[in-house]
């Protein structure tokens, strides 16, 4: 799915490499990370046609501190070093970098003396952000600087002779509001791209990957979990090979409500895929009965899960390769991604380790997009609104959203109640502003009144929890309309039978973590 032309980024371990290449590709411009020492040729073979050096942590200055190839400088191909990577195509080009007077760090005026090159349109003051101890204190004969602030007289640079420039604050965060206007000078006036890239146009080339790689006679199969991942590399194998895709679903018991009609209605009725729904909610309810620790629960259907899917897998003649719904920050995060060998399984699939023991190999066609393109991808794939939106769901599912031991009865108010939490935050309009919403149920009885009785045998606390995020790493609660909490109170309550009280949770991640368990 290789596009023509590409930025690379080399990653000294920025927090915010991730975001360079979003940005870029934002900017339908394809950007792909590569490791710092990677080979000069390795970058043209990758059809590149600019270099941008991230930030990172350490002090270009410190034995053991990473390096690109000088080589890249004389490639002849734009270079961008941001932070760290202005610092060090300073050093490695005759400049000094020493450590600041005072960390520079958060928002801060520049003053652009050239708005030119990487700087062009900006005005001659502009608000950037900062996060660095070091400074570039002298550009070397090689460089012109174009900006300074008070504590960096050298805040951006371009070379001489050479499409070589640097910015010592960072163009790829929102908190840069003209950032995305550098991104662009670099992009399209100085490495000449022609930003043609749409995550749609990757499809026939992904579809011929494919073909190229399954061959003419064998099988995939792939394990549907409902989720956007799993959907998305259903359709595309689907395209590619048609009825040589095997989907299975394992209803594992701990699902939300009607999740496996929705699984058929999408992939058997409307796509006419072969979809296999293992119906094993009963041995996993068995396996699960009285485990009240959270990891046992996790550990119990993670195993489960395998027997069940080792179980289908070994039903279906010619299978040779196991589809994956990987996606690119799991590669870049395995520490593999430049190299594009690792075979990353995702734990939360369930399916760790099925390859090896199965003998499959994976077929992983999301491996270099990120989450929100998997979701344009989807939806030009034509998968409903429903899956494409969908927030994500732990593969121990509901049973780590019961504290205690999970039963039918418990499951039964739970998938109520969460069912309630979803359709109000949907009628609302609010559900694509929450990352991540359900109902977590406690099984603590509290006194309360319903009618003239007093009620407080058996019944529940509903918990409901509505996260916003970007990465899921650190999270905070929504600040929703109260009007919606009245209503999705209201309705658990009278219609739930076993809850009198629903509470909502507002704590943000960190301390507190997304999922109750
Ligand atoms: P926490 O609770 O760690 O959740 O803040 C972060 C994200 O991970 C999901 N999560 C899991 N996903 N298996 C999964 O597949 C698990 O055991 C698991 N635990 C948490 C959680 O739903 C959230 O999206």
């Known amino acids: 799915m290789k596009p023509s032309e590409c930025i690379a980024i080399l990653d000294f371990g920025s927090q915010y490499s991730h975001l360079i290449a979003r940005r870029v590709r934002e900017n339908h411009v394809y950007s792909e990370i590569f490791p710092p020492a990677v080979e000069p040729q390795q970058l043209r073979d990758a059809g590149a046609r600019g270099i941008i050096l991230s930030g990172g942590p350490s002090s270009v200055y410190q034995p053991g501190a990473p390096r690109c190839d000088p080589a890249i400088f004389e490639l002849d191909i734009p270079v ?45 003051e502009t608000t950037v952000w900062m996060s660095h101890g070091d400074v570039v204190t002298h550009a070397g004969e090689q460089f012109i600087s174009l900006a300074s602030t008070p504590n960096s007289p050298v805040a951006a640079v371009r070379h001489v002779s050479r499409p070589v420039f640097g910015v010592q604050f960072h163009p790829e965060v929102t908190h840069t509001p003209r950032g995305d206007q550098i991104i662009r000078n670099f992009v399209y006036e100085i490495c000449g791209c022609a930003g043609d890239w749409k995550v749609g146009s990757v499809i026939d080339s992904t579809i011929d990957d494919i073909r190229r790689q399954v061959g003419p006679n064998a099988r995939v199969i792939c394990g549907l979990s409902g989720g956007v991942d799993s959907s998305v590399v259903a359709a595309l194998i689907h395209r590619a090979i048609g009825d040589r895709l095997i989907c299975i679903f394992v209803d594992n018991g701990v699902l939300r409500r009607n999740e496996s009609e929705l699984v058929a209605a999408t992939f058997r009725d409307h796509f006419g895929m072969q979809l296999r729904i293992a119906d094993a909610s009963q041995r996993f309810l068995a396996a699960l009965a009285g485990v009240t620790d959270p990891q046992e629960k996790r550990r119990i259907i993670g195993r489960e899960f395998i027997e069940v899917f080792r179980e289908q897998a070994a039903r279906i003649d010619g299978a040779r390769f196991l589809a994956q719904g990987t996606i690119y920050p799991d590669v870049i995060e395995s520490g593999h991604g430049p190299t594009g060998h690792a075979a990353v399984i995702k734990s939360h699939h369930n399916v760790g380790g099925l390859p090896e023991q199965l003998g499959f190999e994976l077929v992983e066609p999301l491996r270099l997009l990120f989450k929100d393109e998997v979701r344009l991808l989807g939806e030009a794939l034509g998968l409903p609104e429903e899956i494409v939106w969908r927030h994500p769901f732990p593969g121990p599912g509901l049973a780590v959203r019961i504290m205690g031991d999970v039963t039918p009865r418990r499951l039964e108010i739970l998938r109520a109640a969460d069912d309630a939490v979803l359709e109000e935050i949907k009628a609302a309009g609010w ?87």
């Open 431 to 517: 559900y694509r502003r929450v990352a991540q919403g359900f109902a977590v149920l406690v099984p603590t009885s509290s006194v309360g009144v319903m009618g003239d009785d007093r009620t407080f045998e058996d019944q529940h606390l509903i918990i409901v929890r509505l996260v916003e995020t970007s990465d899921f790493m650190t999270a905070d609660w929504v600040h929703i309309d109260p009007e919606i909490l009245s209503r999705i109170s209201t309705r658990i309550i009278n219609e739930v039978p076993g809850v009198n009280r629903v509470a909502y949770d507002i704590s943000s991640k960190p301390p507190a973590t997304i999922e109750w368990q």
């Open 80 to 124: 961008l070093g941001i932070c760290y990577g202005m610092q060090l195509a300073c050093l490695l080009l005759g400049g000094d970098v020493k450590p600041g007077a005072a960390r520079e760090f958060g928002r801060v005026r520049v003053n652009v003396t050239r708005p030119e090159g990487v700087l062009a349109h900006l005005a001659g």
